[in-house]
């Protein structure tokens, strides 16, 4: 049950706000999780309403929940539409007010205007929300400890169907919902509803900001994620902001992203200026791009004959180098491949790991002047041994 995941001093804090006429509803991903996993996620996001509510302004209950918090001590911040953060025991919680979110003609994530109604059903304040499993709610009571579901668009059906299905239209005038639409899809292994795909071209990302770009992009696997970006903005032919254009001439799979840096790496062997173009809009440090470039360039420059041999390189096995917490040891070792050999037998080293080392200490010795550091040499060696990169 929910609440046993919950701390008693926990459920004090929302039972005294609940004797004071509030009234609780979690939404969002958490519920979405717990109805997956049955396990409760650190981040709560709740939806608050007052039994006074339709009699008292709503800016006085609101004022009771801050000046309860601060009698409790609890540091808590306000956001705009009437949300308040903050952590307890260990839990990220967020009060938002019942709101309607009407959209505007422009483009962006924050193109609407609000109307903020505590009174709100929850079928009305359910509907800004982005997918149906999304607007799933346990309306909880604390003082007793019960609760109840609210699914008001069948989310929970979609969830056991493995669908996303968007709730309304406003869906397509926002550009992170396409981006968090590849997160789900990959997070989740869940198929796109096919309305979703008849009008994914009514997706126009030219105003899309880099910084929810990335932070999608991260929550999943870069490759994953970049692949389907390209898929999907190719085949509806979705409109691009103007340094991300270049992106829908990618034909092939890019595989063995594992960081922003592979990937700009990868780029780098497609079209520079393209890598470049991307950079700009992510603001990906110069000076870092600049490191991966001279990389680049040297391998491509690598005869057979050098001591740096890529077709040696690729055929090197990873085993128990694969774990990046051993980086520290492996770094360690890899500047000790003269004592290693002498050592072999009482660090238990198989023959192919101490050639993986002895590699490992060429390539560092050989790319030392770029600057990179240790971590980013062993991640840039695994990824030209695992890509089968070819000069």
Request: glycine residues 2%; hydrophobic residues 40%.
């Amino acid at each position: 049950m929910i609440f046993h995941e919950l701390p008693k001093e926990f459920i004090n804090v929302f039972s005294n706000l609940e004797n004071r006429g509030f009234q609780f509803t979690l939404v969002g991903g958490a519920v979405r999780d717990y109805l997956l996993n049955k396990k409760l996620e650190k981040d709560l996001d709740f939806e608050i309403r007052h039994n006074l509510s339709a009699q008292v302004e709503w800016n006085f209950h609101f004022l009771q929940i801050k000046n309860f918090l601060t009698e409790q001590n609890i540091a808590f911040e306000e956001l705009p539409y009437k949300i308040i953060r903050f952590e307890l025991y260990n839990f990220s919680i967020e009060l938002t007010t019942p709101r309607i979110e009407m959209f505007k003609e422009q483009l962006g994530h924050h193109n609407f205007d609000a109307l903020i109604d505590s009174n709100l059903s929850y079928a009305e304040s359910f509907k800004r929300r982005d997918f149906s499993i999304n607007a799933i709610g346990f309306e909880l009571t604390f003082t007793d400890l019960s609760y109840k579901l609210i699914d008001p668009y069948l989310g929970e059906i979609d969830l056991k169907n493995k669908i996303l299905r968007n709730i309304t239209n406003d869906f397509y005038k926002d550009p992170v919902r396409f981006l968090r639409l590849i997160r789900f899809k990959h997070l989740l292994n869940f198929s796109i509803d096919n309305e979703i795909l008849k009008n994914m071209g009514q997706f126009d990302l030219t105003e899309m900001t880099a910084h929810y770009f990335r932070i999608e992009m991260e929550k999943i696997s870069v490759s994953q994620f970049m692949n389907s970006f390209i898929f999907y903005t190719k085949k509806y032919d979705i409109k691009l902001p103007l340094l991300l254009q270049k992106l829908k001439s990618i034909n092939a799979e890019l595989a063995h992203l594992e960081s922003i840096e592979t990937l700009f790496f990868e780029l780098l062997k497609i079209d520079s200026k393209m890598a470049s173009d991307l950079a700009t809009y992510l603001s990906f440090p110069k000076k870092e791009l600049k490191i991966l470039i001279e990389i680049n360039q040297k391998l491509n420059s690598r005869s057979s004959d050098q001591v740096f041999n890529l077709d040696k390189l690729k055929n090197l096995s990873f085993d128990s180098f694969k774990n990046e917490q051993n980086v520290e040891l492996i770094k360690y070792l890899a500047t000790k491949t003269r004592e290693l050999s002498k050592l072999k037998k009482c660090l238990d080293l198989s023959d192919h790991q101490l050639k993986f080392l002895n590699e490992l200490n060429d390539f560092k010795c050989d790319l030392n002047e770029v600057g990179l550091n240790d971590r980013s040499y062993f991640k840039i060696f695994r990824f030209v041994k695992e890509s089968n990169y070819e000069s």
